[in-house]
């Protein structure tokens, strides 16, 4: 079955330490898509990528970074620079990024500072 | 700047019908999504709205009225799985097209 794949689900990071989020979609999708979502909010958008080796700043890109090296993968780090990081973090993707595309979503990773 | 506005939580008894409704401020305005999500699990797309009017979907319809800049989500037959948060989200130009989020509605059901 086709989806979206997330890893690790739970995330434990050090002060001082950058941390990599996985995704891997195989629904051919050309779009892809980083949230971050705080208890009792709604969705943030950090990052997203229309097409491989491109990829846009969303509302929040501060102190996060990303790369699209192959259409599967959108992996995510969560660099030292970003202070307050405890969060569910989910990935996305569609068809395409012209807002009228249903987003498909993995089942999120959760960071906590230790 | 652009904000959506809906309640925060809704409850409702099993098999009755419930609306959840949401209000935008925005510019460029593109289109109105519906998204439900189960406590700890990921979003599931239910709707979009780009005209004016009403979309059915199974149980679930979603209105648009673009002059009053409101939508709403109608659930109908309530069942105890329906128990989520369920989410709007609209697509501007000026957000290059990307959704801006609802805090999201959380709906409590009643047997």
């Not at chain 1, 569609?94 to 993995?106: E, L, V």
């Amino acid at each position: 079955d086709g989806g979206i794949t997330q890893s690790p689900k739970y995330l434990f990071r050090k002060e001082g330490q950058n941390v990599t989020l996985s995704c891997e979609q195989n629904l051919n999708h050309d779009a892809m898509y980083w949230y971050r979502q705080d208890p009792g909010q709604g969705l943030r958008l950090i990052y997203y990528s229309q097409i491989v080796n491109d990829f846009q700043k969303g509302d929040i890109a501060e102190g996060y970074s990303v790369s699209r090296e192959k259409k599967e993968s959108f992996p995510l780090t969560v660099t030292s620079a970003q202070k307050n990081p405890t969060a569910f973090y989910l990935c996305a993707s569609s068809t395409g990024t012209d807002g009228n595309q249903p987003q498909h979503f993995g089942d999120g990773t959760r960071l906590s500072i230790l | 700047g652009q904000s959506l506005e809906q309640p925060s939580e809704v409850t409702a008894v099993e098999g009755a019908i419930v609306q959840i409704n949401c209000t935008y401020q925005t510019s460029g305005f593109y289109g109105l999504s519906w998204y439900q999500q189960h406590d700890g699990g990921a979003p599931t797309f239910l709707s979009y709205n780009a005209l004016d009017g009403l979309e059915e979907t199974g149980r679930f319809s979603s209105f648009l009225s673009r002059s009053d800049s409101y939508g709403y989500l109608l659930l109908q037959e309530l069942q105890m799985k329906d128990s989520a948060s369920y989410f709007c989200a609209v697509a501007t130009m000026d957000s290059n097209y990307q959704l801006i989020w609802g805090a999201g509605t959380k709906l409590i059901i009643k047997p």
